[in-house]
């Protein structure tokens, strides 16, 4: 997961991750290093619905943990839909066990925010 369109400042257009194959992924070069922990606005990260992680990221101690992904929307808890994932902290970066979407026109969305 490396390209631009994929950085939580990067414009809408109608890209998903509804076809991803469920595996561990990286965050990096122009897509940024993590996933973001704060809400990103509808219309961000190329898609209509960015996901973003609703938490915070695990310590190298804590291990595997499992997070919520949320894909912003403009309903009043920020969320069109949510997802469960894993991440790991691999001291130097993240990894994120991600599955498909749950319908187009959404995608997890990276930053270099902290």
Do not use: Q
């Amino acid at each position: 997961m490396n390209t631009a369109d994929r950085k939580d400042t990067y414009p809408g257009k109608n890209l998903c991750d509804n076809e991803l194959e469920k595996g561990w992924y990286r965050f990096e070069g122009e897509a940024g290093t993590r996933m973001p922990t704060t809400r990103v606005h509808k219309d961000k990260c190329g898609t209509i619905f960015p996901g973003w992680l609703n938490g915070v990221h695990p310590t190298v101690e804590e291990g595997e943990v499992v997070r919520e992904v949320c894909f912003s929307a403009f309903s009043p808890d920020c969320c069109y839909d949510r997802e469960n994932i894993k991440v790991k902290n691999c001291s130097s970066y993240y990894v994120y066990e991600l599955d498909a979407t749950p319908g187009c026109d959404m995608r997890y969305c990276g930053t270099d925010s902290p």
